[in-house]
């Protein structure tokens, strides 16, 4: 089952901050976040292990609340080149490979 | 060439064709994996391949049949493909095949089915 996103579209201006959720109904091992532009592939942001361990880029923040089964991306000081479409995918106990939820569109405005 | 690589980018074909995907990836990556990317729907994991063996199928039609030759490169052999199979695929690999490791994508192949 596909781990659901939210919001599913957000505006914002240069300089705002955004939060982005993911929330899945199953035990989950890692969630991992991309970002894809039109027409380009998804480039890996960061991964977040059941734990706390962390990897990913130094401008990115993120939690995941095992509890819960929640992650969300922080987006702080967003600039245009944040634009795009963010992805959770999400990894099980047992599974081999992602399971992606359907995106969160992210537009900024200068 | 660095990271992943797909080839063609743009792809039209007929029902009764078939055709071949190429991925390469320059990462010395030991996984690879097919992704299907619709319109309005979440990326779909397809295949995963590691060290050469393939390790899940997710329950895809058999007019979609991947290869792997080696560890850099893996095809995607279509053939009588019907038009809901008009899509971007995407190719990814990791480091290994174990959970907590991050994929890399290539740019796709845009297939429309006519």
């Known amino acids: 089952q596909q781990p659901v996103q939210s919001p599913q579209a957000v505006i914002l201006r240069e300089g705002e901050d955004a939060v982005i959720n993911c929330s899945s109904s199953k035990a989950l091992y890692s969630v991992h976040w991309y970002r894809q532009k039109h027409g380009e592939a998804p480039v890996f942001l960061m991964i977040?292990?059941?734990?706390?361990e962390q990897k990913g880029h130094d401008k990115i923040s993120a939690s995941f609340n095992e509890k819960k089964q929640q992650s969300s991306l922080y987006l702080t000081a967003s600039q245009l080149s944040y634009s795009g479409t963010y992805f959770c995918?999400?990894?099980?106990?047992?599974?081999?490979?992602?399971?992606f939820g359907k995106g969160t569109h992210l537009i900024i405005q200068p | 060439e660095t990271g992943v690589t797909q080839t063609p980018r743009h792809l039209v074909m007929g029902m009764t064709n078939k055709k071949s995907l190429k991925c390469e990836q320059h990462?010395?990556?030991?996984?690879m994996y097919w992704y299907k990317q619709s319109a309005k729907k979440p990326l779909e994991l397809m295949f995963v391949?590691?060290?050469?063996?393939?390790?899940e199928n997710n329950s895809v039609p058999s007019r979609f049949s991947p290869e792997c030759p080696n560890s850099s490169h893996l095809f995607l052999h279509l053939h009588t493909l019907q038009p809901e199979d008009s899509a971007l695929y995407l190719c990814a690999s990791s480091q290994m095949r174990d959970r907590g490791r991050e994929q890399y994508f290539g740019p796709g192949t845009r297939l429309t089915v006519t």
């Open positions: 391949y590691s060290l050469e063996e393939r390790v």
């Open positions: 995918g999400t990894e099980e106990g047992g599974a081999d490979g992602l399971t």
């Open positions: 977040l292990l059941k734990g706390g």
């Open positions: 990462l010395g990556h030991n996984a």
